[in-house]
């Protein structure tokens, strides 16, 4: 079974800082583009950052300065460093993939289960 498994959500007061981090385990031959969404309470799921196989990031406006996404090719993890967090970034935290399964040419877009963070005094 092909899946993402999501770790390092909680509560941390505004300012603070979280690393959330997402692994991908199962029969996979390789992985394209990897990121983190988030969806806050009565709002859509947005976008927060990307990064390429090759390590080229993209990032919200919103984040930007304050969150850095970075991957681990070889051990299929991606993380999501969070500092001078706002209560603005208070969501369920999702990691996404673009995988090839192992055997096949088929790509298969994974979504982890999600991760509450919430930043709050």
């Known amino acids: 079974q092909v899946q993402l498994v999501e770790s390092g959500g909680g509560l941390v007061q505004p300012g603070g800082s979280l690393r959330l981090s997402c692994a991908a385990s199962g029969s996979i031959f390789s992985i394209n583009a990897m990121g983190w969404y988030r969806q806050a309470p009565g709002k859509q799921r947005e976008l927060v950052a990307t990064?390429?196989?090759?390590?080229?990031?993209n990032y919200v406006d919103s984040v930007k300065g304050r969150f850095t996404i970075s991957r681990d090719n070889a051990k299929m993890t991606v993380h999501l460093q969070m500092n001078s967090l706002k209560p603005e970034d208070t969501a369920v935290y999702y990691c996404?993939?673009?995988?090839?399964?192992?055997?096949?040419?088929?790509?298969?877009?994974?979504w982890g289960q999600g991760t509450l963070v919430t930043v709050s005094s």
């Open positions: 996404n993939a673009d995988v090839v399964v192992g055997g096949t040419n088929r790509h298969l877009g994974l």
């Open positions: 990064i390429t196989s090759g390590g080229s990031t």
